[in-house]
């Protein structure tokens, strides 16, 4: 069977620059799969290291904690029990860097950019901790542009599972092949419903896929796109789960994150420009720091490797 183009939704033939990256990481099957389903799942040896991982974790864990006030975390985390989603944490990318090396992993950079383009933003970083609890999260697409969407298309889902997903840990559901109809879910396929005669589906003849629900160890790689019917299984067993969810979309998209605005001391001089990129600081058609030269803009539609950043 001949494995599809890597860019065949992109309607611009095979990427040297992805398919450089995904072979040298080991990852193309990945790629084929992400354009094929729509999600994809990486484990944890090909993301980085252990130590990396639990960093990451800790560290999601620790500003949830900074953040939820001691005396109120057990309200919080009830209120949370009751979301199928959990407890969401904005804005995370300059708490740590450890998130910096999370967004600059070239594992997660060739995800992003083989579905939203090498000139992709980072328009949301953020945190979920989700406890036990008896609520699933509803079928639906990350997208939040007008229907019909695009085929190009407009934005990609990168998130580091840093604790098991299962069933019974409240893993995510996906529906293979839903990034091809192009809209969100209504009726009652938002709760499962793709096989009555009355669900909307029933109307377009898709014949939709069991949803698949993803196992996968702590420190894998979910990505799936905008465009990707999914929801997530209440979590019945003891504890948390805690993900670190990295949001892009393509280059001309307003972010929803001003994350250029706050950038700490030398974070851009630890980084290759493709950071200063990812956050917005040059967009093409302006430019935010009044100290740059105009010229320096097209930083924002410049095309960086992807390989000159080592896997953390």
């Given at each position: 069977m001949?494995?599809?183009a890597?860019?065949?939704?992109n309607?611009v033939?095979p990427?040297?620059i992805?398919t450089e990256?995904?072979?040298k990481?080991?990852?193309?099957d990945?790629v084929h799969?992400l354009?094929?389903d729509?999600y994809t799942v990486?484990?944890?040896?090909?993301?980085?290291s252990?130590?990396?991982v639990?960093r990451?974790?800790?560290?999601?864990v620790?500003?949830h904690?900074?953040r939820?006030e001691?005396q109120?975390?057990a309200q919080?985390m009830?209120m949370?029990?009751t979301?199928?989603l959990g407890?969401?944490?904005g804005?995370?990318?300059?708490?740590d860097?450890v998130?910096?090396?999370?967004?600059?992993?070239?594992?997660?950079?060739?995800?992003?950019?083989a579905m939203a383009?090498h000139?992709?933003?980072?328009?949301?970083?953020?945190?979920?901790?989700?406890?036990?609890g008896?609520t699933?999260l509803v079928?639906h697409?990350d997208?939040?542009i007008t229907e019909?969407?695009?085929?190009?298309?407009q934005?990609?889902?990168?998130?580091?599972?840093l604790t098991?997903y299962?069933?019974?840990c409240?893993s995510?559901?996906?529906?293979?092949g839903?990034?091809r109809?192009?809209?969100?879910?209504?009726?009652?396929?938002?709760q499962?419903d793709f096989t009555?005669?009355?669900s909307p589906?029933?109307?377009?003849?898709?014949?939709?896929?069991?949803p698949?629900?993803?196992?996968?160890?702590a420190g894998?790689?979910?990505?799936?796109y905008g465009?990707?019917?999914?929801?997530?299984?209440?979590?019945?067993?003891p504890g948390?789960r805690?993900s670190?969810v990295?949001?892009f979309?393509?280059?001309?998209?307003?972010?929803?994150s001003?994350?250029?605005?706050?950038?700490p001391d030398?974070?851009?001089?630890?980084?290759?420009p493709?950071?200063?990129?990812l956050i917005?600081l040059?967009?093409g058609w302006e430019?935010k720091?009044p100290t740059?030269d105009?010229a320096?803009?097209?930083?924002?539609r410049?095309?960086?490797?992807?390989?000159?950043v080592p896997?953390?």
């Amino acid at each position: 069977m001949t494995a599809p183009a890597m860019d065949v939704l992109n309607r611009v033939g095979p990427d040297p620059i992805i398919t450089e990256a995904a072979e040298k990481l080991g990852i193309t099957d990945n790629v084929h799969q992400l354009e094929r389903d729509g999600y994809t799942v990486i484990p944890p040896e090909k993301v980085g290291s252990t130590e990396f991982v639990e960093r990451l974790r800790d560290t999601v864990v620790a500003v949830h904690r900074r953040r939820t006030e001691e005396q109120k975390y057990a309200q919080a985390m009830q209120m949370a029990s009751t979301s199928g989603l959990g407890e969401l944490m904005g804005e995370l990318l300059w708490e740590d860097p450890v998130f910096e090396q999370a967004l600059m992993n070239p594992v997660a950079q060739t995800l992003a950019r083989a579905m939203a383009g090498h000139t992709c933003r980072l328009s949301a970083f953020e945190g979920a901790v989700k406890p036990q609890g008896d609520t699933p999260l509803v079928f639906h697409a990350d997208s939040s542009i007008t229907e019909p969407w695009p085929v190009v298309p407009q934005f990609a889902n990168v998130t580091y599972a840093l604790t098991e997903y299962s069933p019974e840990c409240g893993s995510t559901k996906v529906i293979p092949g839903s990034h091809r109809l192009l809209r969100q879910p209504v009726g009652g396929e938002a709760q499962g419903d793709f096989t009555s005669a009355n669900s909307p589906s029933a109307l377009f003849g898709t014949g939709f896929p069991e949803p698949v629900s993803i196992e996968c160890p702590a420190g894998s790689i979910i990505a799936w796109y905008g465009s990707t019917w999914h929801g997530a299984s209440p979590r019945t067993a003891p504890g948390e789960r805690v993900s670190a969810v990295m949001y892009f979309s393509r280059w001309y998209l307003k972010p929803q994150s001003n994350l250029h605005a706050r950038v700490p001391d030398g974070a851009l001089d630890r980084h290759s420009p493709r950071l200063a990129q990812l956050i917005d600081l040059y967009n093409g058609w302006e430019i935010k720091d009044p100290t740059r030269d105009m010229a320096e803009a097209m930083i924002g539609r410049t095309v960086y490797p992807i390989l000159d950043v080592p896997r953390p």
